[in-house]
């Protein structure tokens, strides 16, 4: 027999009680593996998300929201202009590789999400557009017929949201227009897939903004020529020039306010979790004064005492470790759901990764709590004197 | 020359409560020797148990000398004690004080793990058997009746092979012929094994089975006698 074999016999006394607090532990322990999971797999979405945006840099108007989550959060507005002249003048860069103009529109469509009313963001694009982004493939249809057909080609999640499919015509009732689909683009795992795309000249012409752009996308032969190229542009007047790198940390940013307040959520649980063990061990070893006595009298130490209930709140921590990581790994769909639907903006992907580092980490300091826990419950144990534990309720 | 293990040269023991003192054992001589069978007897609150705590290295005397197994434990703190303890005294105590999660084998084990001894699982059982449980080895304390539960706690007190065992009113909670079933194995223990006990009861009809009676009130030996009644 081993202290480990009495310890572990102990905590199969109170069964719920003992159920209970290693509850405690794994659900602190699943929100922090969950956070954290989230944590890294947001920010390699988003980077992702922004690779995959296929242009280094973008040239909108000075004031201008630059990516789906700002102009979601600004509600839709908020769009400034510049004029197609910019773009002329630009494109005859020698460096660019790529270029693609692009008119962003909003419409507020009171019927969107279950009537709560949403925003749709219209994209005009030109053909330039696959170029740039050579990963886009077609689910059904094709691209649009001409410059200025009024059709539209619709991202793979706004396709799915909206149940549409090539064929169907689309009523955008605030400019009393129809557009008719002809292509549905397959999940490129960007917001891109939110998108509606018409052709450049449509969008300029139905939402009454002829000549006007909202920002041009571009690709470079070479990314090390990236500060002279932005340099060169900073002449330009009315324009301000973003480059991805800059987007990702203004996103990160954005997130990492929430994150404190996540972290802090994930710190209390953690510490409710640790006053919840510390609180059963020590109820525990108070019940059992009289035992702890009769174990001190047949011979058992100081420190053996403490070894039995150090770790009784050890197994508690590391079960509930255990068991938090599984709730983790398990609820890493629910998590994923929640978030989308609280974000205003989520990057496409993985929202939630656990690593095995994570998790291993995350048992490490479970593990650590319960000897930290430990601490105190074992020295009250250890210190009572044989005879008064055993004559204790006499 | 009879061995004497334990000497107690006017030890006392005073607690404080509530800032008053008082003396549970006062100014008491005494000497136990190898194979006595003694039985503390007294009124509640005459000091047995106090005394066999004493006696049994599990509390400090206040003042005197107290001389146990050629060790002068009356400085010695619980650290060095229990070394004392552990493999020189077997304890059995009323309310049977049993492991509730470890079956009757483990229980008797215990004192073993502490003690560093070689957990010798024979040696256990052999001793549950001697004290008629052989057949309920595996079983928790809460599946035996309370003569079985006082069987398995004196198989505990057994096992290191002690050299005196201390038992504090063994019998106290049980019935008449358990109890007088308990005293025969203590009986027994002492005549074919020389072990020497030490034990404290109000039962009289027990404590004059013992070879020498110790008469206890307000802490002071009133009389001791040796016992007409052991057979």
Known sequence: ?394 | MVNILIKADRISKIYTLFAEEIKAIKDLDLEIRQGEFIAIMGPSGSGKTTLLDILGCLDKVSTGKLNVLDHDVSAFKESSLVKIRRVNMGFVFQEFLLIPTLTALENVVLPLLFSGLPQEHSKAVSLLERVGLGHRINHLPRELSGGERQRVAIARALVTTPKILFADEPTGNLDTKSGQQIFDIFKELNQKDDLTIVLTTHNYKLGLQARRIMFLKDGCIVSREESSLFV
């Open chain 1, 1 to 394: 027999m081993k202290i480990l074999t009495v310890a572990f016999k102990n905590l199969q006394r109170k069964k719920i009680r003992t159920f209970l607090t290693i509850g405690g532990v794994a659900i602190a322990v699943a929100v922090l593996v969950s956070l954290m999971g989230f944590d890294t797999g947001y920010q390699k979405s988003l980077t992702n998300d922004i690779d995959k945006m296929g242009y280094q840099v973008l040239v909108t108007a000075k004031g201008c929201p630059y990516e789906a989550a700002t102009l979601m959060l600004k509600g839709g507005g908020g769009l400034r202009y510049m004029e197609q002249s910019v773009f002329d003048k630009i494109a005859k860069d020698p460096r660019i590789e790529r270029i693609s103009p692009q008119l962003a529109a909003t419409e507020f469509d009171k019927d969107r999400q279950n009537g709560q009313g949403g925003i749709i963001l219209y994209m005009g694009v030109s053909n330039s557009y696959l170029e740039l982004k050579p990963w886009s493939k077609f689910k059904s249809g094709q691209w649009f017929s001409s410059d200025d057909a009024d059709e539209v080609i619709i991202g793979y999640e706004a396709a799915e949201l909206e149940q549409r499919v090539a064929g169907d015509q689309i009523f955008i009732p605030n400019l009393n227009k129809v557009l008719k689909v002809v292509g549905i683009f397959e999940r490129t795992g960007t917001q891109d897939d939110g998108i509606m795309f018409i052709p450049l000249a449509t969008a300029q012409r139905i939402f009454d903004l002829p000549g006007k752009l909202t920002g041009i996308g571009i690709k470079l032969k070479d990314i090390g020529s990236l500060g002279d190229f932005e340099e060169s542009l900073y002449n330009e007047p009315g324009i301000q020039v973003i480059s991805m790198a800059q987007v990702k940390g203004t996103i990160f940013n954005l997130v990492s306010s929430s994150k404190v307040m996540t972290n802090s959520v994930a710190i209390i649980a953690i510490l409710i979790a640790v006053i919840g063990v510390v609180n059963t061990i020590l109820m525990s070893v108070f019940e059992r004064t009289k035992e702890i006595g009769v174990m001190k009298a047949i011979g058992a130490s100081r420190l053996d005492i403490f070894h039995i209930i150090w770790l009784e709140t050890t197994l508690i921590c590391v079960l509930g470790g255990f068991f938090g990581e599984i709730i983790a790994i398990l609820g890493t769909s629910l998590v994923e759901h929640i978030i989308r639907q609280t974000l205003p903006y989520a990057p496409a992907g993985k929202l939630v990764i656990i690593t095995p580092v994570l998790l291993l980490g995350s048992f490490l300091g479970a593990v650590i709590m319960g000897l930290i826990a430990g601490i105190y419950p074992a020295f009250r144990a250890s210190s009572m004197r044989p005879v008064e534990a055993i004559r204790s309720g006499d």
